[in-house]
């Protein structure tokens, strides 16, 4: 939701029910969210509108191999503004061969709490 | 030629999702010989080049990317004794279940006890749908660029459009975002997007990529290298409204438009094929038309999710050594059609008095507040009947009649 | 390379194309010193690979034309060339349709050119015989021509070169000629690869060369680009044709009416349509055109209006007749300038020009002889091996093969079954072309259904493994890069 939407659609992921959600920013600034079926679905809405956290993959080329690459992901959501500084973090890494599936390759990435691991073995 | 013939008692052709479960259901299934041929060098098929997640959340309770999803198992494979070869390719499957098999060490000819075809899918391409235009480098498909870019860490271009808005071409606007591309608009022919609501935000929105619903390309410009492409709007009859054509400045056009089950050694062994799915004719045992060879995955019907081309590979390799082992069933089968608003329903066929039988199947567009409803085709008696709040073309579903079928039913779905 | 740039050659041909390489092979029987120059990266990427690849027997242009005259004597000598060259072919025979009673007296008048151009066996036959001459076909009345066939154009072209090669002839590629020097009876041709010079030119250079005559001062020709558009069906799409069919073509058409054509592999071809464009490189498809040629192709033949597509390719014919001109026949034109003696040009060489092309080779060979002393090699050696095909083997050729080597174990093309051996020995070819078209037009990568999208990062791998670094990696040549670098590292 951007600063000038007033107005947002969303479907909550927590469980199959898969409540279509409507989330108002009201006049005083207070989010309102519509449409849930239960309380899980109000923090969830909420997040995703005013902070919301996301995962990323990509892979990086492993340092002993003939042009191999190993795929990488964190092991949590971090807030969707750190997307581009991990990226650019996981740009530089060279991990050695061998790597391990699960193997973390950055710890805590940038403050985060969340660890970029290593999705696949190399040898 | 005098090569002694080798045999095995089940051949799973396909190491990727579907495969290897099938290689796992047909040893725990007490196969002896259960022999797994996947063409690529490693086994995990398209699991391999899906580096982000969401992979996992039926088979492992929590959502992991694909190539772990692979590697587990993978590993599982490796505990048990199953005849593992990569860089194998069949190319030919005779109806008696003779294949025909090349790889860097040897040539051979394998007769099976059973077959579980798992070959998995290939992608529309441009020139099946007729994009006008000149033919420049830079076009790719959304799953080609994908292992380009994630196996071979390539960069293939600097402006790209996506042609499709299913789940790939969306997974790729966001890899191509990672690495500074610039994605101009992905284009979506209907009305409503083919991928999850999830993706639209997380690969389109997040990036302020704009996607555009009832639009197509319409021509591709550029001479050795893809220059620009045009779009326009489409009508009802999908056919482009002259008048609203735009030229878009790019050097990469990705295609994102539709999976084809890959079934050519299934035409080869004489099977009987839906063009509903693409995909082979099956019973409730995953037996195709052709006795002893099972179908499962993507090569049977295109999924959305990974662990549910698991499942069906689990129970194809598990009757797949049942009938290796001898099993083999006299009953008569009926048929199942698909009703109102469903583009198809599977199985299609089903023993008849079998009960408990599920089914799997897709609507043809997207519907709100339906019941699904398997009736009688000629008695109209409710088999079965679900209620769905929503339904989308782009979710495969599943309905289950705990009651026995006997007469052809048809899988309908109602407002 | 130094020595090579000053010495002088003999003969030099401008333009790889299927005529420009026969030329070149039949000059290669003599004791010449020859050379080639094709401005693009690889050969017969001109109309040499955007035709229907069929053999004429000669009865569509008019007798005593040029055209008529080399097609008649080509048709007799391209199926043992083929042969020595070991190009896949097929003296498939040919049927020219008509529909309805009225187009018989057209057929007729066929038939009489034909004839009198000395066209063999050519008959006239009724419905029963059509339908037992090719299932496919619809009419009352047809033209067969027994003698009419198909062949691969691009593997011609390649072969004839590779044959050339092997007898001492030189190719350059990516060698447009930029600017030609008259001086002391030889010809200085500039090229960015060089400056070449030569006692003798054969300017084949197709839809550019009357561009090519000018640089020379010759100012004779204007080459008309004229589009045809082509649609290939899926080999799996359950029709098998076994010979072309053409509509009745009607007295105006510049084309040769919408034809259905098979391929050796079992596709069917849908084209070529006729339209004047304005640029020579204009290349594009249109959903106008694809859409006639389906409706047409639908009328000769219905099954076709339910068929698959994989493919589709236009070719720029060169001709001699400009639309807006009264003209509706251009003649071949083999001729040596008269301001520029030594100087042969071939202008307007479209269709039936792969039919001709041994012949006016031979044309061209006396042309040259008349002027130069030309004695034949003792050593010329006529034939080409046949490129071996892992997908047209037995199971104990295959067996054998892969027992040997292993790289014929490797499948880079899903749909074609083309294997890795194939693919390094398409690279490893004597002209150093390595491009991903190379590969497609001497293995048949990327033909089949899935168009290239299994095989693409295959071939990649492939090619970096043979040295080409991945900047480098191009469709055809030039601007037509795949990549642009790597992403890290």
Known sequence: MSESAAFDRLTC?????????????????????????????????????????????????????????????LNRTVPREMIFPILKEIAELRPAAPVRRGQVLIADVLGTCADVIATRSVS | ?????????????????????????????????VVLIERDRTLGGILNQCVHDGFGLFLYKETISGPEYAERLIEDVARESIKVETGAMVLDLAADRLLRVNARQGYRLIRAGAVVLAMGCRERTREMIEIPGTR????????????????????????????????????????????????????????????????????????????????TVVEIRGRDRVESVVVAKVDGALAPLAGTERVIPCDTLLLSVGLIPENELSKR?????????????????????????????????IHDIADWASFEG??????????????????????????????????????????????????????RNVRIEIKGRASDRIYARKKFARLLPSELQKIKVREAVEEDIEVGCRE | MAGTKSSIYDVVVIGG????????????????????????????????????????????????????????????????????????????????????????????????EGDRSGVPGLEIVGESEIRRLEPLARGRWALHSPHSGIISPYELTIALAECAWQNGAEVRLEAPVEAVACAEGLFRLATPRGVFSARRVVNSAGLFSDEVARLAGIEDYRIFPYRGEYLITDKDCGLRLGMPVYPVPSRDDPGLGIHITPTLEGNIILGPSAEPVEDKRDAASTRQVMARLKAEAARLMPELGRTSF?????????????????????????????????????????????????????????????????????????????????????DAERAARVSRDADWGEMICRCEHVTRAEVTAALRNPFGVRTMDAVKRRTRCGMGRCQGGFCTPRIVEVLQDEGVPVERITKRGGGSRLFYGRLKG
């Open chain 1, 13 to 73: 992921v927590l469980c199959p029910v898969g409540c279509e959600l409507e989330v108002v920013k009201d006049a005083a600034g207070e989010i309102q969210v519509q449409g849930n079926q239960c309380d899980k679905g109000l923090p969830f809405a909420v997040e995703e509108v005013l902070r919301p956290r996301r995962n990323l993959a990509t892979s990086v080329p492993v340092r002993g191999t003939a042009a191999k690459m190993v795929s990488v992901r």
């Open chain 2, 1 to 33: 030629m005098a090569e002694p013939i080798e045999t095995c008692d089940v051949a799973v052709i396909g190491g990727g999702p579907a495969g290897l479960a099938a290689a796992l259901g047909a040893r725990r299934a007490g196969a002896g010989t």
């Open chain 2, 136 to 215: 420049p480098a830079g076009i790719f498909t959304a799953g080609s660029a994908q292992n380009l870019v994630n196996l071979q860490n390539l960069r293939i271009g600097h402006e790209a459009v996506i042609l499709g808005s299913g789940d790939i071409g969306l997974i790729m606007a966001r890899r191509l975002a990672f690495e500074g591309v610039a994605v101009k608009g992905v284009f979506e022919i209907l009305p409503w997007a083919s991928g999850l609501e999830r993706n639209i935000r997380q690969c389109l929105m997040d990036f302020s990529i704009p996607l555009e619903l009832r639009s």
């Open chain 2, 269 to 301: 062994a004489g099977i009987e094929l839906s063009p509903l799915t693409g995909g082979a004719v099956v019973d409730e045992t995953l037996m195709t038309s052709v006795e002893g060879i099972f179908s499962c995955g993507n090569v049977l019907h």
């Open chain 2, 314 to 367: 689990f129970a194809a390799g598990e009757r797949a050594a049942r009938f290796a082992a001898g099993e083999r069933s006299a009953a008569k089968t009926v048929r199942v059609s698909a009703g109102p608003n469903v583009r198809y329903a599977l199985p299609q066929l089903v023993t008849a008095g079998k009960a408990g039988v599920e089914w799997s199947f897709r609507v043809t567009r997207p519907m």
């Open chain 3, 17 to 112: 194309g299927v005529v420009g390489c026969a030329v070149l092979r039949e000059l290669s029987r003599y004791d010449l010193k020859l050379l080639l120059l094709e401005k693009e990266a690889d050969l017969a990427e001109g109309i040499s690979k955007g035709n229907s690849g069929v053999i004429h027997a000669g009865f569509n242009v008019p007798a005593g034309s040029l055209k008529a005259r080399t097609n008649v004597a080509g048709l007799a000598l391209i199926y043992p060339l083929a042969d020595e060259l070991g190009v896949p072919h097929r003296k498939t025979g040919k049927l020219v349709v008509a529909l309805a009673d009225e187009d018989r007296p057209r057929l007729e008048e066929l038939k009489t």
């Open chain 3, 310 to 394: 994989i493919h589709s390719y236009t070719g720029l014919r060169p001709k001699l007749i400009d639309p807006r001109g009264k003209d509706r026949f251009g003649d071949f034109i083999v001729e040596e300038s008269a301001v520029r003696p030594g100087w042969t040009n071939l202008a307007g060489i479209e269709s039936p020009g792969l039919t001709a092309a041994p012949a006016i080779a031979g044309m061209v060979a006396a042309m040259i002889g008349a002027g130069l002393d030309l004695r034949k090699r003792p050593d010329f050696v006529p034939e080409r091996p046949r490129r071996v095909r892992f997908a047209a083997a037995g």
